[in-house]
């Protein structure tokens, strides 16, 4: 974890030292009922600035939670850059209400990209970008799953922003033009590594049990005999759980398979 902003009514980075400074965003009921635990951003000029930017083209996660019902205009939500050279920021998308992604590296490397679910209906919802360099891939999740299919995006090793990042709005000095946003934001949430889909789905559904599967493959026992089990999110409720499920029947000579919680 390189930081972890809860804004429960302040900046306070609980995991490191990276306080970030609130500038007009007032302490407003999250997700969870009235008390303060999320920030509330006017779309003029209240945001929270922390000391974190992403550099290099090291694998990264950047997660948070938002509610807005502000869809006629474009409003960046978090991230910051240098106009002209390098960037990495969100932000929903005018008329659609989608996320809208962008990086560019500074060196040649521009990607700029839209989601498809509507996150500017007034309800929560959890947004997660992942980078691999490994596999030059960029995700983007809303409310835990897939939003769009990854983008193939090589990011130099020389990438920096130059500038550290903002939430509610983005740090680019001297960006011809800067949209703000308007609503709430609630645990932002920074890794140095790209999680994975099950992880982004956890916390999206906080509470949604692991089903382990104990599969009788006689023919793929380790050397002590004994089988391995195969972890997976159970999708309650999930039109597109079928995704999720342990792929068993690609393990030879299955003959039964026992679910358990």
């Known amino acids: 974890v390189v930081g972890y902003w809860p804004l429960d009514g302040d900046a306070a980075d609980v995991i490191g030292q990276s306080d970030g400074v609130n500038n007009g965003a007032i302490a407003a009921s999250g997700r969870f009922g009235a008390r303060p635990d999320a920030m509330e951003f006017n779309g003029i000029d209240s945001h929270v600035a922390i000391p974190k930017r992403l550099s290099g083209d090291a694998d990264f996660t950047v997660s948070m939670w938002l509610k807005t019902d502000s ?3 474009f409003q960046e939500f978090f991230g910051g850059g240098t106009e002209g050279a390098a960037y990495f920021y969100l932000a929903t ?10 990086l560019h590296d500074g060196a040649g490397t521009a990607l700029d990209f839209v989601g498809t679910t509507d996150v500017c209906d007034g309800a929560w919802h959890y947004i997660s970008v992942t980078y691999s360099a490994a596999a030059d891939m960029l995700a983007l999740y809303v409310d835990g799953l897939e939003d769009v299919e990854p983008k193939v ?11 550290d990042f903002h939430i509610g709005r983005i740090n680019v000095p ?8 308007t609503g709430k934001i609630d645990d932002v949430l920074i890794h140095s590594v790209a999680k994975s889909p099950d992880y982004i789905y ?6 949604v049990p ?29 039109p597109a759980a079928t995704l999720a499920v342990p792929l068993l029947t690609d393990l030879a000579q299955t003959q039964t398979c026992t679910g358990l919680l």
Do not use: C, I, M
Not at 93 to 102: K, L, R
Not at 153 to 163: H, L, N, T
């Open 210 to 238: 692991t089903l382990r599967f104990l599969a009788h493959t006689e023919p793929e026992a380790n050397a002590e005999g004994a089988f391995d089990w195969l972890d997976s999110t159970l999708h309650w409720g999930d």
């Open 174 to 181: 001297g960006a011809v033009g800067v949209y703000p946003f």
């Open 153 to 163: 995006v090589a990011v130099s090793a020389g990438f920096d922003p130059g500038q």
């Open 93 to 102: 998308y005018h008329g659609t209400g989608t996320t809208y992604v962008a």
């Open 202 to 207: 956890r916390r999206a559904k906080p509470g």
């Open 71 to 73: 869809s006629d205009s």
